[in-house]
């Protein structure tokens, strides 16, 4: 008799342990859930940061006025500035190291945007996706844009060069 007391004993110490376990799991789940709203928020103002500071440096002088662009297509288009300055900051990022002056990069990142956004919609894709594999071609990666349609050649980019004055034939 005394042995069943202790198992019963036993088997109620052990159901409350599995219930004070399951108090603490459910305590620490809601917890998490309740303060990962606050890291998610801390997480997007700090991508924010540096986007802006990146957006400030590759723009230089003209920051001012492609963010007032930015701001206005960003209006006419439903998108957030910040995300489109984001996009425009990759691209300046990608143009002005390849030779192209400032405000000759500027012009070429704000049509490229328009451009992708357009693509992107037409594509049922990602604007950030498109931005991504238009940049990736820039550099020589023609490959990511064939599922646009988009098929750059050697060939086309002679071509092209040739019709634009950017390089003479050697007749």
Known sequence: HRMSANTKGAHLLAGAFASLRNKLLLTSFAAAMAVKPLF??????SNAEEIA?????????????????ASALGQNVGRAQHELEGMLSTLQDT??????ARTDATKLSTSLVTLSLDVASFNNKLDEEVVRDFQSALVGNHETVRKYGIVITEATLKQEALASGIIKTDR
């Open 40 to 45: 998610d928020l801390v997480n997007a103002m």
């Open 95 to 100: 143009f002005v190291p390849l030779g192209f």
């Open 53 to 69: 500071n990146k957006f400030n440096v590759v723009f230089g002088t003209q920051t001012d006025l492609v963010r007032d662009w």
